[in-house]
C-alpha cells in the first residue's frame, strides 16, 4: 500500500475505533516534535496492524485493555474504555475483562482498572451516553 494511502486508511480506523472527537485533538496537538511519531502511529498502528482481517474490533479492543492495565498505562486505558463504551461494547463484557486481568495482572491493578472505569461511566452518564449493559452473544469455543 503507498504511503498515502496506509495514512488515509490508518485514519479511518483511528476515528472508527477512538472516535472522531479524540482524534481531532490528536490532530490539533500535532506539533514538529511529534508529528512523525503521529505518522508512524496511524500508518502502523491503525493501518497495518488494526485492519487485519484475523481479529474484529471487539477482540482487538479486549487485547488493548487487558494490556493497558497489565502496563499500568492508565491514561491509554481510559482513552479505549471510553471509546468502547461509546461504540456499544457492553458494560458486562468490560467489568469481565478486568475480572480476568485482576487474576492475571493482580489485583492493584484491577482494583485502578475499575476505579477508572467508574469514572468514565459517571461521565458518560452525565453526558447522556447510552451505555450498553447487556453481555454480547457468546459463540462457544472448542477447547
Request: hydrophobic share 45%; glycine share 6%.
Amino acid at each position: 500500500m503507498a504511503p498515502d494511502t496506509l495514512h488515509e486508511e490508518g485514519m479511518k480506523q483511528r476515528r472508527r475505533v477512538l472516535g472522531d472527537a479524540h482524534v481531532d485533538r490528536a490532530c490539533a496537538n500535532t506539533t514538529d516534535l511529534n508529528r512523525d511519531f503521529q505518522d508512524l502511529i496511524v500508518r502502523y498502528g491503525w493501518a497495518e496492524v488494526w485492519t487485519r482481517p484475523d481479529l474484529g474490533l471487539r477482540e482487538r479492543r479486549i487485547l488493548v485493555m487487558g494490556t493497558m492495565i497489565a502496563l499500568g498505562r492508565w491514561d491509554e486505558l481510559r482513552l479505549h474504555l471510553r471509546a468502547a463504551l461509546e461504540n456499544q461494547m457492553s458494560l458486562c463484557d468490560i467489568k469481565e475483562i478486568l475480572l480476568q486481568q485482576a487474576i492475571y495482572c493482580g489485583i492493584p491493578a484491577a482494583n485502578t482498572a475499575y476505579h477508572h472505569l467508574s469514572d468514565i461511566v459517571g461521565e458518560l452518564n452525565a453526558a447522556g451516553t447510552a451505555i450498553n449493559h447487556a453481555p454480547a452473544a457468546r459463540a462457544e469455543v472448542p477447547a
